[in-house]
């Protein structure tokens, strides 16, 4: 039987450490299936970037990456506001996986709780990014970001202007 893992983030943006953490992930399954969580969220401060626009980056990371399209899959993922039902709300909106990988301890402990029939694995990670920290250097304009990311995500969020999509999301409402 083929072995399926769901690595779930919200990849705001897409980054070295998911990179590293989904490449962990295939090494140990035979598909693995990418969840992009708070996928209806987008222009805000915490999420800014859209589904849309993080599956381009995860897409273009596994191509530039030469990872075969039959080893993966993207999958947008709504919140729920129900913690109780929300490791069952992923499972419904997914393919059968058996493992779970993700670097949040609440993702881990709602699996552990809600999902007892899926592994929840740890997720070494070697490179140490975070999408909040590279979020505040793109948007003070620290070019060090880029050396957080892929190189197709740097490219994908130069053409997008993320700066001044963070400006403009910083902004005070009126």
């Not at 980056?57 to 506001?81: C, L, S």
Request: aromatic share 8%; glycine share 4%; with cysteine.
């Amino acid at each position: 039987m083929l072995s399926t893992a769901l690595f779930i983030g919200r990849f705001q943006p897409f980054h070295l450490g998911h990179l590293d953490a989904f490449k962990q992930a295939l090494s140990e399954n035979d598909r693995v299936i990418i969840g992009i969580g708070s996928s209806e969220q987008n222009y805000v401060e915490e999420n800014p970037f859209t589904a849309g626009e993080r599956f381009e980056m995860i897409e273009k990371t596994m191509d530039a990456e030469g990872v075969d399209h039959a080893k993966y899959m993207i999958i947008p993922i709504r919140n729920i506001d129900n913690f109780s039902l929300w490791a069952s709300h992923v499972k419904l909106l997914c393919p059968t996986f058996q493992r779970l990988y993700t670097g949040s301890h609440m993702v881990k402990e709602l699996f552990a709780k809600h999902a007892s029939d899926i592994e929840v694995m740890d997720v070494d990670i070697k490179l140490d990014a975070n999408a909040t920290t590279i979020r505040e250097k793109i948007l003070s304009e620290d070019p060090s970001w880029e050396e957080l990311v892929p190189p197709t995500v740097a490219e994908y969020l130069k053409e997008k202007h993320a700066a001044s999509r963070l400006k403009d999301i910083r902004l005070p409402r009126k």
